[in-house]
């Protein structure tokens, strides 16, 4: 059977305490910080993890907060696009990236210095949460073969 073929399982469906759980855990993800910056942040781990599904979904949710095309395009490449994200953003950008790809370098103290000074505690252990949510959702994602093209902001 190939590979388009596969069935593949629907956590929804097949483990709904679970993904209710996931639901409540995301509702509470992003408390108190930036709709625009938790967007960022989502959209970029959702690039970096290949989870179309999710980079469309929080790109939409971007667009529907007021936000921009050109940041969503120069997302990839914010470091060389530094002007178009805020100090704030950028050490965001930094922490999702190292905590995404944890098993390349863990987090790097300098990019948790960064973020540190960045945000008070509060937020940053917010978007830490918020980090470790979103990489969950791509997981899933990316696992069951979500398509995009079906998500409507509300």
Known sequence: MSSTMTRRVKLANVV?????AMIELDAVSDRGLDP?????????????????????????????????QQRISLLPVWR???????EQEQAALALTEAITLISVDHVPDE???????????KDLAQLIALIITINMWT???VTGRMEPGHYKPS
Do not use: W
């Open 111 to 121: 990019v948790y210095d960064v973020a540190a000074q960045a945000f008070d505690e």
């Open 139 to 141: 997981r899933v994602g």
């Open 36 to 68: 625009k910056l938790a967007h960022l942040v989502r959209i970029r781990a959702s690039q970096i993890n290949g989870c179309a599904y999710c980079t469309d979904m929080h790109s939409l949710d971007l667009l529907h907060v007021g936000d921009d």
């Open 16 to 20: 709904p305490d679970f993904y209710k």
């Open 80 to 86: 060389e696009a530094r002007k178009f994200y805020s």
